[in-house]
């Protein structure tokens, strides 16, 4: 069973740099491709990034400036980095599995983050 | 950009009656469209794929339908647990995949 738990720091200042990691077991990294969503009452639903063992990544054009998602598989972790962060970036923040490029099949339980001074 | 559009907002039912929920497609995307239920505090748990095929451990009551640019999921007998938000999401055309703005399912 695919499980997945992401990590964050809760609070950011405006403009820095928000990194979130994900956390996988139950699986190879190296089966599925792996992808960021983000929730908040303004947007609803948001796909952020996905990227594949392999390296393949793809990011939301209306996000992609600021995004830089990584994989680590020897931690079983990948990663993502938000620069230049406003309140519009407040949000929960899920990461999940993303096999096929289709649907989101397991999420983590979703990490808040609150942008603020 | 494809945007999806769903019906009603807010939906308030009795358990034992049966719901239909809508989704509508800005462009044709085929059968390729998911629904997925969030209950409050939650993450999103997937339903369905391919408009109509239940994911593992979904139970039959759900079921979705559809094609082109209009989808339904319909659950024939609420239980008090599907009491939900419920979004459809389409992976026709990416990037971005993208999702409906939700349906809230409330106990009347």
């Known amino acids: 069973q695919v499980q997945l738990q992401e990590s964050g720091p809760g609070l950011v200042r405006p403009s820095e740099t928000l990194s979130l990691d994900c956390t996988v077991s139950g699986v190879s990294m190296t089966k599925y491709y792996w992808g960021w969503i983000r929730q908040s009452p303004g947007k609803g639903l948001e796909w952020i990034a996905y990227?594949?063992?392999?390296?393949?990544?793809s990011y939301n054009p209306s996000l992609k400036s600021r995004l830089s998602i990584s994989i680590d598989t020897s931690k079983n972790q990948f990663s993502l980095k938000v620069r230049s962060v406003t309140a519009a970036d407040t949000a929960v923040y899920y990461c999940?599995?993303?096999?096929?490029?289709?649907?989101?099949?397991?999420w983590g339980p979703g990490t808040h983050v609150t942008v603020s001074s | 950009e494809i945007v999806m559009t769903q019906s009603p907002g807010t939906l308030s039912v009795s358990p034992g009656e049966r719901v239909t929920l809508s989704c509508r497609a800005s462009?044709?995307?085929?059968?390729?469209l998911a629904w997925y239920q969030q209950i409050p505090g939650q993450a999103p748990r997937l339903l369905i794929s391919g408009a109509s095929t239940r994911a593992s451990n979904i139970p039959a009551r759900f079921s979705g339908s559809g094609s082109g640019t209009e989808f339904t999921l319909t659950i024939s007998y609420i239980q008090s647990e599907d009491f939900a938000v419920y979004y459809c999401q389409q992976y026709d055309r990416w990037p971005p995949w993208t999702f409906g703005q939700g349906t809230k399912v409330e106990i009347k």
């Open positions: 990227i594949f063992y392999s390296g393949s990544v």
């Open positions: 999940a599995s993303f096999p096929g490029l289709r649907t989101f099949d397991s």
């Open positions: 462009q044709n995307i085929n059968s390729n």
